[in-house]
């Protein structure tokens, strides 16, 4: 490897990693002598990081939120674009529901947690439908869009080469519509988060919400700043593992638009 | 030297176009696109269609390739009438980049139409293989659509046709939107695949020189509310070259001819009787 | 005719919630019907309880939104047009963009309770990154041709900023004020319920435990009527400022 591509390797990880790195390092020390209950020494929560999580406590709290995040999320996707499908093709259809949907897409999930849990109680059931309920709307509509916005001209040449109803669904309709599909599931991730969170720190008796505030009640600062950052790096990850498979999915897509701006 | 010949004396008609009419409604009135067309391709034949824009050209093909219900009148199918688009026919739109599905390669896009018809996969893959080397593109055909240039994703939809195995060919001013030099070698795609393969093609172009180039009739349409003006052979060689044909006495006359009846066509004059 | 459908839609919902309770496939006193709703809310609006609560929660959430708007779009400007600050704040920006606000829930509890600074500190955090990231995206829109023509005319950094990139990047803007009023509504909403900061939240909070399902359900459809009403405004805004369809940009996480 020559030099001139070592020294640039070498600067965009020194770009990626040095204001991360420089706020680290401000936290550890700002905090380092710190007295204050709410704001412990960043030494001191790093030390209690691994007595926390790598415990029980990752089977008891950690896997089944990740299982109920993983769960409601995949099927509020289905239930979305089994919907969005279904509304997007049909024109009439569209202009009956879209005030309803406009309307229930309004209603902040959350607020729907104290009426599931009327229905189903505090447990699994309860979180998965709050998280379903959330997430569903920003697939549903994002496909809706997406298959609105079909290409005229390829619908054309389906019907003319006699291309039939499953074909259709699989080569064009969702392939047709993946981009604005995959921006939706990217913000229904992230209310999925949240709402996972949130239903956990209702009425739980487990799950990452839960030791969330069970700390908070408890005034175990230390183990909830770790909770926090907990929360945090499994945001990150997520959002890495979704943008991963996005490229992945949509590489056809990020070429199309790569060609599209070249040209003009 | 104009007469209203009707070529192809011994084969059977391929397509019929019967008194076709269509309007469309437009809230409060009604729109007469084409008020009545009536012709007959023979099977085998490559005849051209041209006429003044806005003669619905477009309208026609599409009713004849059955995306569009005319209004009137009817179109027939190797004796079966056309409700909806039949099984042995391909179209070739004039959108070339909006024909191709993006997200497939350019093998993948041969092959979709193949995959309702009851074929192995085997048989599947000798189709796409022969069209592509058909069309000279068998070395990209990994390749997706946006990656090639236009001409090339022309020759990707004719491919797709190709293999398809269609019985008629309708083409929808395939070439309008590609540069001279390109649509020169296209044309001569078009008629070596249609010398080799035997399909019957139905051509529509605003370019009277393609016209006369491919065609082995072509007929004139008149402006809207549309008919037919003209229905004229071609009595050019049927070995044709870009350099010789076009530079054929006859070849200059035929051309004289089409273009009067086309600026007699947009100025309102309409067929006699 | 569009909207005489929609409105059809609409009905069609009131009358399923309306059958659905009365015919007992659900339990009334859980999910009670459309008409006794409705009668509560009309009770409900004429209690002062019910204004006082309404006026917390757009307090909390115009304030949140105001300092969210300003703050993204100051520093997205100023980060957007230094290509160096962009490489610098790029990775920092995608790890803390994903970071849950939730999760500072139980801090912010701690720390200042169920007063108004908790609520802003949630909503601010969240609504930030979405004005930002549009912001990113307007500045990096700026046509490259404009912004050298300024240049050679010695324009200053503000001037550049006013007439060149200010233009450009004010649509985007737009997006993002979209996208972040409807999450500082979520968010206020959120930190009412769980925490118990005043505001519609935690009047459906205190009904749903007190029993009153009626009334809550009347917090359910305030809170998405105003949901609607914010997701309306905002669009004709960004309609407003854009000639062209802004539903082309859909974007990013709250």
């Known amino acids: ?52 999580w790598f415990s029980p406590r990752i089977m008891h709290d950690v896997v089944p939120s990740l299982v109920r995040l993983f769960i409601g999320y995949l099927s509020a996707v289905a239930l979305g674009l089994a919907l969005g499908i279904a509304i997007g093709a049909s024109r009439r259809m569209r202009q009956v529901i879209e005030p ?93 988060i949240i709402l996972m969170v ?67 | 030297m104009a007469d209203n010949t009707r070529a192809n004396p011994s084969s059977s008609a391929m397509v019929e176009v019967i008194g076709l009419r269509k309007s469309y409604d437009d809230h409060h009135r009604s729109i007469e696109a084409i008020r009545d067309v009536t012709f007959t391709v023979g099977a085998g034949e490559l005849v051209c269609i041209i006429g003044p824009s806005g003669a619905g050209k477009t309208t026609l093909l599409k009713c004849i390739a059955g995306l569009l219900a005319p209004s009137g009148g009817q ?111 296209l044309e001569d795609l078009i008629r070596r695949l249609w010398r080799s393969l035997g399909i019957t093609m139905l051509f529509v172009t605003h370019d009277i020189d393609e016209a006369v180039y491919l065609g082995q009739r072509v007929l004139v349409l008149s402006s809207s509310p549309t008919v037919i003006m003209e229905n004229i052979a071609i009595d050019l060689p049927d070995d044709r070259s870009q350099l010789e044909t076009r530079s054929l006495p006859r070849f200059a006359e035929l051309r004289k001819h089409l273009y009067a009846q086309i600026q007699a066509s947009k100025q309102g004059r309409r067929p006699a009787g | 005719m569009t909207w005489v459908r929609g409105i059809g839609g609409l009905i069609g919902l009131a009358i399923v919630l309306e059958a659905v309770p009365r015919s007992g496939a659900v339990s009334p006193l859980y999910f009670p019907p459309f008409s006794t709703i409705m009668v509560a809310l009309a009770e409900e609006v004429e209690r002062a309880s019910f204004w006082s609560a309404l006026g917390k929660t757009l307090e909390s959430w115009a304030l949140g939104l105001a300092i969210a708007v300003c703050a993204g779009a100051v520093i997205g400007i100023a980060i957007g047009s230094s290509a160096l600050l962009r490489e610098t704040t790029r990775s920092t920006i995608e790890f803390l963009r994903p970071i849950p606000s939730v999760a500072l829930i139980p801090l912010v509890t701690l720390l200042f309770g169920t007063t108004l600074k908790s609520n802003l500190i949630l909503v601010v955090y969240a609504s930030f990154w979405q004005v930002l ?122």
């Not at chain 2, 079966?80 to 099984?87: G, H, N």
């Not at chain 2, 069309?135 to 020759?155: C, E, F, K, T």
């Not at chain 2, 797709?160 to 030099?181: G, K």
């Not at chain 3, 900061?197 to 009347?218: C, D, H, R």
């Open chain 2, 75 to 185: 179109v027939v199918l190797e004796g079966q009438p056309v409700t909806e688009p039949p099984a042995r026919m391909a179209v070739v739109f004039q959108e070339y980049g909006r024909s191709l599905f993006p997200w497939m390669s350019v093998r993948e896009n041969v092959d979709l139409p193949l995959k309702r018809k009851h074929l192995t996969a085997a048989q599947r893959e000798k189709l796409v293989n022969d069209a592509l080397a058909a069309v000279d593109l068998a070395d990209v055909h990994r390749a997706y659509p946006w990656q090639l240039s236009g001409g090339m994703q022309q020759r990707v939809a004719i491919a797709r046709a190709v293999a398809y195995e269609p019985h008629v060919l309708l083409m929808d001013e395939p070439f309008a939107a590609v540069d001279a030099q390109t649509r020169a070698d």
């Open chain 1, 1 to 52: 490897m020559s030099s001139d591509r070592a020294i640039q390797i070498v600067r965009q990880m020194a770009l990626a990693m040095g204001l991360p790195a420089l706020l680290f390092v401000a936290w550890w020390i700002s905090s380092s002598g710190s007295e204050s209950i709410f704001f412990p020494p960043l030494s001191n929560i790093l030390r209690t990081f691994a007595d926390v």
């Open chain 1, 100 to 192: 309803v949907l406009e309307f229930l897409r309004a209603i902040p999930p959350p607020v729907l947690v104290p009426i599931f849990m009327l229905f189903v109680g505090i447990g699994d059931m309860m979180k998965m439908l709050v998280i379903i309920s959330g997430c569903v709307w920003p697939v549903l509509l994002n496909t809706v869009a997406g298959v609105r916005a079909l290409d005229s001209v390829l619908e054309e040449v389906i019907r003319c080469y006699r291309i039939g109803m499953v074909a259709r669904l699989w080569y064009f309709v969702l392939p047709g519509a993946s981009p604005q599909i995959f921006a939706g599931m990217r913000q229904a991730l992230s209310i999925g």
């Open chain 1, 198 to 264: 949130i239903s956990e720190m209702f009425a739980a008796s487990n799950g990452l919400g839960f030791s969330l505030v069970q700390f908070q009640r408890s005034f175990a600062i230390p183990e909830m700043w770790t909770g926090i950052i907990l929360l945090g790096l499994i945001g990150i990850l997520l959002a890495f593992i979704f943008r991963f498979v996005e490229n992945w999915m949509l590489a056809w897509y990020f070429g199309l638009r790569r060609s599209q701006r070249e040209s003009s």
């Open chain 3, 133 to 254: 990231i549009q912001v990113l995206y307007g500045v990096q829109d700026v046509d490259p041709l404009a912004r050298e023509t300024a240049r050679s005319y010695r324009l200053s950094r503000w001037e550049q900023i006013r007439y060149v990139i200010w233009p450009t990047t004010l649509p985007y803007l737009m997006t993002g004020v979209r996208l972040a009023a409807a999450v500082a509504l979520i968010l206020t909403i959120t930190a009412e319920l769980v925490i118990g900061t005043p505001g519609l939240g935690k009047e459906l909070f205190l009904a749903q435990t007190s029993g009153a399902y009626e009334i809550m359900y009347v917090y359910v459809v305030v809170t998405g009527i105003i949901g609607v009403i914010v997701n309306v405004l905002a669009r004709a805004l960004e309609r407003a400022v854009m000639p062209w369809h802004s539903s082309l940009r859909t974007e990013a996480m709250p």
